[in-house]
T-cell receptor
């Protein structure tokens, strides 16, 4: 069983829909990261969080440490949000800025 | 990303030849990492560095070596390239001063024929 599990693996939405991507992990962590990768592109860090909730534009990330679960929400989705979203965790005992273990990614496609 | 560059961006090499990939940062970040990304496996850590001349192995380090003689440069060497090392390689940097934790390079697509 992977230490970091994402769901769904694939997600298709219509423009304007509210989107949720989930991430569960099985180990203690120092921080959880959400990353975005466009097809053929590089990887961009969206959020780093160790508790609570963060918001950046139409993106919201939440984490529940007790339940070992995080969600990434996209409000008013747009075709330019189409990308792979990756959850990654830094292990407990390390720094929040240390090496990461990654989920398999969620492929999001938003149709106009 | 403006603060981190990888070279080359693309490379085709023959089995058995040595290959060196370069990661250069201008952010003065302490931590540097090399990851590989493969379909079905996601991103996996090859080697990382927590300071000049301080490096350690990741989960898929066999066949790879690294060096960090300056804060800004982290080199990944495939000592004798094999077809199983065909992959996309990403360098990343991190530091306690960064709000986002991590910054990734644009990647190097390596093909071993």
């Amino acid at each position: 069983k992977n230490e970091v599990e994402q769901s769904p693996q694939n997600l298709t939405a219509q423009e304007g829909e509210f989107i949720t991507i989930n991430c569960s992990y099985s180990v203690g962590i120092s921080a959880l990261h959400w990353l975005q990768q466009h097809p053929g592109g590089g990887i961009v860090s969206l959020f780093m969080l160790s508790s609570g909730k963060k918001k950046h534009g139409r993106l919201i990330a939440t984490i529940n440490i007790q339940e070992k679960h995080s969600s990434l929400h996209i409000t008013a989705s747009h075709p330019r949000d189409s990308a792979v979203y990756i959850c990654a965790v830094g292990s407990a005992g390390g720094t929040s800025y240390g090496k990461l273990t990654f989920g398999q990614g969620t492929i999001l496609t938003v149709h106009p | 990303d403006a603060g981190i560059t990888q070279s080359p961006r693309h490379k085709v090499t023959e089995t058995g030849t040595p290959v060196t990939l370069r990661c250069h940062q201008t952010e003065n970040h302490r931590y540097m990492y090399w990851y590989r990304q493969d379909p079905g496996h996601g991103l996996r850590l090859i080697h990382y560095s927590y300071g000049v001349k301080d490096t350690d192995k990741g989960e898929v380090s066999d066949g790879y070596s690294v060096s960090r003689s300056k804060t800004e440069d982290f080199l990944l060497t495939l000592e004798s390239a094999t077809s199983s090392q065909t992959s996309v390689y990403f360098c990343a940097i991190s530091d306690t001063r960064s709000n986002y934790g991590y910054t990734f390079g644009s990647g190097t697509r390596l093909t071993v024929v």
